[in-house]
């Protein structure tokens, strides 16, 4: 589905150029979903926008559907982006001026093909995150929490290869973020959607099938969910995540300590 | 089922709100420049203005400036309508819509938005200035000559800058969607706007390059003319150009470091200063723009004080009443007729004196155009005309005592001697133009007596030069002064009638302006040329409007009434007064809407750091400061540099213009103080309202 091989990025900032990405191999499999976790400036949000064709990247490959998108012109880039990828925001990039059916139905409209069937679809989406009561409201008269619903039913609209999505719990509460993680599992289960998340929240990633962990622009590790009963294996790995978490954070710590105590 | 184009049209009408300022700031920029231009075009404006004159210079000058703040406020607009079109650019491009498939779209609105709106500023000008100034002549003054004609010329400008706006609304809208990345596109609502920062030498070294830059402009003309014997060519404004990176500094020393002892405090209104700092690049054209603005307002508004000031002054020191003088082939009132027409008023007569004169040519030095701007200094015999008393007439008139050796001749100038550009102090030889008969003179001083000074100008000869040159002098180059006082209080009424009893004695001859000199007229046809006041070039004045401007302004024999002088100021200036008052309210309207609209976007874009603040528990008093501390310098800084800037440089110009300043303009210049102080105070009403708006918009209470 989504292969990432050798991929660097690096900003020019004046003179100096920093390098954010230093060589990431992954991939997401059809119906997997998968989280990436790291602490601030490991390079999660750019891993991101460079999946998501906004930026440009220097080296290596990102290959999604066999197609590989780098060389790809800006318009071939955004057709990749309407038809194989489905979007969900921290700030949801709801349009103020539509209503949660026609947010949903964006995608579509962009591409031309609003048919009986897409409405259909959208009614559908809605109907399976709960919000079909909402769909004749604007985002404005809706709680965060539906409003992230509604993206993704959005994301979902063109039957996408890969759903992304950038910290899709930051600015929801844990009620919320329950519901929005839900309707991953939903979507992922009932229509064998592929999703790829970038996340701080551990209680959101230890929904996911794996979580890979980043730092300082490689992988760092990757942790697999176990087996069993759905809420004990979820919490199981929720403490995983957090003790691997804190380990690397140690040994930040420590390599501190040492440079510290070396000089 | 919905399209990209019904799509589109659904989120158009919900931004109707974005696009109100967008649509509000095209309005007023083409409302404010087609009523402008359509004022300085009008035939009723152009007719009193005359061509090449400092008055027509300054307002062309003033409306280059007002159409350079409003390119720079629309410009303005459009960049924060798409920063708030960005979010949802972003959005679509984001969820996979092409640059491509997204430009037509927005094309279209853009170019629906701003040439309506522009078309409809353009519409709205022509009620807008006719509204003004008709009000001016209900509530100011109203005479026939003020009846506004409206050339459609004036649409050419108004054109300019539809073009202008239309044109770069598109290609804002353009270069948005040629981004490459989405990313920066999506942030743009909440991208701050950093100025460059500079150390804290750039204010004082901003205001010495507006001083350098005014006194460059001011002396370049003359150095260039000195060296290369040449009139100055339009380029040579261009040394004028420092004022501007000088005004860009001190406002730049404004936002970035402020004027106040910071390092003491360095705590204080920290928070306002980096929320000024983050916006600052727009803040700092912002309040350049208003800058000029204001300095033209300030331009424009102090021509009425100074020309009224200096001139109520001149009509009260008058030592007579009245005073007229006309040629000796004319008939016109003399003392018994004008004893009886003040009868008709129950007046009396006092005073009464007259004496001749004689209107000689005067030799000398000037200027001779060699075309192309070159000029070089030649001698000419038949220079000027001008009038000529005996030093016993002029005794007699004035009570100046003078001695005048033959051979020699005085030049008649005010007391402070300010208009002595106008005599001739270099003539070697009179000529008397009926015999051609001449004598040699030489120059010996000025007399005084501020009623003889016209641009004419009045001399003094010995008695026995008076007599020689003036031997078979021909009536229509001989003439007579006369002065004389009312007895008791003077009437308006008897003033006016005096004055329409001259008018309808003098015959057609007499009906030129003062500049229509009949020696130089002799000396062109004597060349085989034509002499530039028979063409149409010479501004024209008919006995048929006694009342207009130019009539009371240029008629050579033009008598001097106190009482009518003083009534009538306002209705013989009128057109001059309208027009730079006209001009005054347009640039402060503009400098006014740039400050309020620039302080609600401030306020707009920092509503996150307002809430931010009440929830870390921020009073609404403390609230309130941190709001006066970004609306405060947005409308204080421009109206203090302005206005001081231009204050300043007004006196300047008094003072260089003949190196003092006279009683004058020293009172010219403290009724433009205080003409100042009502327009900052306006200014300050203006800074109230939008601080409401401002906290009405924070919802601070």
Redesign the interface.
């Known amino acids: 589905m989504l292969y990432v091989k050798n991929l660097h990025k690096s900003y020019q900032s004046g003179s100096k150029s920093y390098s954010v990405l230093k060589g990431i191999d992954l991939s997401v499999a059809k119906q997997e979903f998968v989280a990436v976790m790291g602490p601030s400036g490991s390079g999660k949000s750019t891993l991101l926008?460079c999946i998501?064709c906004?930026?440009?990247f220097e080296e290596g490959t990102i290959t999604l559907g066999g197609k590989e998108l780098k060389g790809l012109d800006?318009?071939a880039l955004?057709?990749?982006?309407?038809?194989k990828?489905g979007?969900v925001?921290q700030d949801f990039?709801?349009?103020?001026?539509?209503t949660v059916r026609?947010n949903i139905?964006?995608?579509r409209?962009?591409?031309?093909k609003?048919?009986r069937e897409a409405e259909k679809l959208a009614d559908q989406l809605m109907a399976l995150f709960g919000i079909n009561h909402i769909a004749g409201k604007y985002p404005a008269d809706i709680s965060g929490g539906e409003r992230q619903r509604t993206a993704v039913a959005?994301s979902l609209i063109n039957q996408p290869l890969l759903i992304l999505a950038d910290e899709p719990t930051g600015n929801l509460d844990s009620k919320s973020s329950r519901a929005v993680i839900e309707s991953f599992e939903s979507a992922r289960n009932k229509l064998g959607a592929s999703i790829f998340m970038v996340t701080h929240d551990s209680f959101a990633a230890s929904f996911c099938d794996r979580v890979i962990l980043l730092k300082d622009g490689v992988v760092y590790d990757t942790l697999e969910a176990g087996v069993g009963h759905r809420e004990e294996k979820r919490s199981a790995f929720q403490d995983r995540l957090l003790d691997a978490i804190r380990k690397m954070s140690s040994l930040d710590a420590e390599s501190e300590k040492d440079t510290a105590g070396g000089m | 089922?919905?399209?990209?184009k019904s799509?589109e049209k659904?989120?158009q009408?919900?931004?109707r709100k974005q696009a109100a300022l967008y649509l509000f700031c095209n309005f007023v920029s083409l409302l404010l420049i087609t009523a402008y231009s359509a004022m300085m075009f009008s035939p009723t404006v152009l007719k009193v203005l005359p061509e090449g004159g400092d008055s027509r210079k300054q307002m062309t000058a003033i409306f280059v400036l007002a159409l350079f703040g409003c390119v720079v406020f629309t410009i303005y607009a459009s960049s924060l309508f798409f920063r708030k079109k960005a979010?949802?650019l972003?959005?679509?491009?984001?969820?996979?819509?092409?640059?491509?498939?997204l430009l037509p779209g927005l094309l279209r609105e853009v170019l629906l938005l701003s040439s309506v709106s522009s078309f409809a500023g353009i519409l709205a000008g022509f009620p807008f200035v006719w509204l003004l100034w008709n009000g001016f002549r209900l509530a100011i003054t109203d005479s026939a000559q003020m009846e506004l004609q409206i050339d459609l010329k004036c649409l050419y400008l108004s054109a300019l800058l539809f073009v202008i706006v239309v044109m770069f609304s598109c290609l804002m809208a353009y270069r948005y969607l040629k981004r490459?990345?989405?990313?920066e596109v999506?942030h743009e609502e909440h991208r701050n706007e950093p100025v460059k920062e500079w150390g804290t030498w750039c204010g004082p070294v901003g205001i010495l390059l507006v001083f350098v830059g005014a006194v460059l402009g001011y002396v370049a003309p003359f150095i260039y003319m000195a060296l290369f014997s040449a009139y100055s060519p339009v380029w040579i404004n261009l040394f004028y150009l420092p004022v501007f990176p000088g005004l860009y500094m001190i406002m730049l020393h404004t936002v970035v470091h402020g004027w106040g002892a910071r390092r003491k405090q360095p705590y204080k209104n920290l928070i306002a200063r980096s929320m000024m700092k983050f916006q600052g690049k727009q803040t700092v054209n912002n309040l350049l723009v208003s800058t000029v603005l204001i300095m033209g307002s300030a331009f424009a508004i102090f021509y009425i004080p100074m020309l009224a000031v200096g001139n109520l002054m001149e009509v009260k020191d008058r030592a007579y009443d009245y005073f007229y003088h006309y040629r000796a082939d004319q008939t016109v009132p003399g003392k018994e007729e004008i004893s009886d027409l003040a009868g008709k008023y129950d007046l009396g007569i006092a005073d009464f004196k007259s004496a001749p004169y004689l209107m000689l040519a005067m030799d000398g030095t000037t200027e001779v155009e060699d075309g192309g701007g070159k000029f070089h200094y030649e001698h000419i015999d038949f220079l000027q005309e001008a009038k000529f008393f005996s030093e016993a007439s002029f005794e007699m008139l004035t009570g100046e005592e003078i001695t005048v050796e033959p051979g020699q001749y005085f030049a008649i100038a005010n007391t402070e001697e300010t208009a002595l550009y106008y005599l001739n102090a270099g003539c070697s030889k009179l000529t008397n133009m009926a015999t051609f008969q001449n004598i040699p003179v030489s120059f010996a001083g000025y007399a005084h007596y501020d009623m003889l000074v016209d641009s004419m100008g009045y001399y003094v000869v010995s008695n026995e030069d008076y007599e020689r040159i003036g031997q078979e002098l021909t009536p229509e180059w001989m003439g007579t002064c006369a002065f004389f006082n009312v007895d008791g209080e003077d009437s308006y009424d008897f003033a006016q009638d005096f004055f329409y009893t001259l008018v309808d004695s003098f015959g057609p001859e007499c009906e030129m302006p003062i500049y229509y000199d009949r020696v130089k007229k002799y000396d062109e046809e004597l060349k085989g040329e034509v002499y530039w006041g028979d063409t149409d070039r010479m501004t024209q004045i008919s006995y048929s409007r006694p009342d207009d401007s130019d009539f009371r302004l240029y008629w050579t024999y033009m008598p001097k009434s106190r009482a009518l002088d003083r009534g009538d100021f306002v209705n013989s200036f009128s057109v001059y007064l309208m027009m730079f008052l006209f001009i005054a309210i347009i640039c402060s309207l503009a400098a006014m809407i740039i400050s309020y609209t620039r302080c609600m976007t401030i306020a707009l874009n920092n509503r996150y750091v307002f809430e931010d603040l009440k929830r870390l528990g921020a009073s609404p008093d403390f609230l309130i400061k941190e709001i006066k501390g970004q609306a405060g310098p947005v409308f204080r800084i421009p109206a203090i540099v302005g206005m001081c800037a231009m204050y300043l440089l007004y006196a300047m110009l008094m003072i260089m213009n003949d190196g003092k300043l006279t009683g004058g303009e020293v009172g010219g210049l403290i009724a433009c103080f205080l003409i100042l102080g009502g327009l900052a105070f306006v200014y300050y009403l203006v800074y109230r309202r939008t601080l409401r708006g401002m906290c009405t918009q924070l919802e601070v209470v």
Request: net charge positive; charged share 25%; glycine share 8%.
């Open positions: 926008n998501s906004y930026i440009p800006k318009n955004a057709k990749v982006r309407n038809e990828l979007f925001f990039m709801l349009l103020d001026g539509l026609e139905l964006v995608p409209i962009i591409q031309g609003v048919e959005r | 089922m919905m399209t990209m799509l659904k989120l009408k919900a931004d979010r949802q972003g959005t679509l491009m984001a969820l996979g819509a092409s640059g491509k498939r490459t990345n989405i990313m999506m």
